[in-house]
């Protein structure tokens, strides 16, 4: 089982950078795939960050050139650095683990960029 906690959320303003935290409870070279999704008000849950195992990423394109994904492995954690936000970018932030087919979250932490 893998435990995932966000942190680092919080108010910005329009054209500001955050950085988000996932702290794993277990090493994150046993996770196959760490993902980050947000959820806007009202709307579904979308993609928006992906690192495999192999340390390949990928990006939704509304993120891309803005957001970054990375990981300090001794912390075993990773994270989601976020430059340029705009208030489309407002959402509670999710972090995602797929260890053996199966699939963790964590509780989400908020970002808010008012208009």
């Known amino acids: 089982q893998v435990q995932l906690v966000e942190s680092g959320g919080g108010l910005v303003q329009a054209g500001g950078s955050l950085r988000l935290s996932c702290a794993a409870s277990?090493?994150?070279?046993?996770?196959?795939?760490i993902r980050w999704y947000r959820q806007p008000p009202g709307n579904e849950r979308e993609l928006v960050a992906a690192?495999?195992?192999?340390?390949?990423?990928a990006y939704a394109d509304s993120v891309k050139g803005r957001f970054t994904i990375s990981s300090d492995n001794a912390k075993n954690t990773v994270y989601l650095q976020m430059n340029s936000l705009n208030p489309e970018d407002s959402a509670v932030y999710y972090c995602?683990?797929?260890?053996?087919?199966?699939?963790?979250w964590g509780q989400g932490t908020q970002v808010t960029v008012p208009s």
């Open positions: 995602n683990a797929i260890k053996r087919s199966y699939s963790y």
């Open positions: 690192r495999t195992s192999m340390r390949s990423k």
């Open positions: 277990t090493s994150i070279f046993d996770i196959d795939f």
